[in-house]
């Protein structure tokens, strides 16, 4: 038998008994722990006791999903005025500054590696896609979204992050 046949059901019941304390789904959090598993690669070898390291394995992931929730925070420009009850930021300022926004997000998103440009642009797509529908398009499964979309919105975070942080000439650099 086969680790992932031994482990499977196993491991669905860890992530579901786990996952809504870290507030992740618990399709990510089993992907996360399959990730960790080949990760260790073929030298490292079965674990020694399989069900004691996955239950420390769903933990560990977990306890990762809750603190990376403490850490991200909304990104806000401080530029952008508060929306007006009807959703509108008011005025022709307001509407060119959301169409700002919403051409650097694009633009940004453009330039992410591999498969993130298309699955970011179905998350933003108006149509307003499910996650079924968004993995039968790309042809991806989807339990494999969540991480993927996580790991993509990891990389534009550091993108913007690097564009936003990146230091003016100020005249005595040049």
Request: one cysteine or more; glycine letters at 10%; a positive charge.
């Amino acid at each position: 038998m086969d680790v992932m046949s031994e482990l499977g059901p196993l491991l669905s019941a860890e992530a579901a008994a786990e996952a809504p304390a870290a507030g992740v789904d618990a399709a990510d959090l089993e992907q996360a722990v399959w990730v960790r598993l080949l990760e260790r690669g073929p030298a490292a070898g079965r674990p020694a006791e399989p069900a004691r390291w996955l239950r420390r394995a769903v933990r560990a992931e977990a306890r990762d999903a809750r603190r990376r929730a403490l850490r991200e925070v909304p990104y806000t420009s401080g530029r952008n005025p508060e929306p007006a009850p009807d959703g509108s930021r008011g005025g022709p300022e307001g509407v060119a500054l959301e169409r700002e926004d919403r051409r650097s997000l694009r633009s940004a998103v453009a330039r992410l590696p591999g498969r993130c440009p298309e699955l970011l642009q179905a998350l933003l797509s108006p149509r307003d896609l499910t996650y079924r529908e968004i993995a039968g398009e790309l042809g991806i499964s989807q339990g494999s979204l969540g991480p993927v979309r996580s790991r993509c919105l990891g990389c534009l975070r550091r993108m913007l992050a690097a564009e936003v942080a990146a230091p003016e000439l100020r005249g005595k650099e040049r």
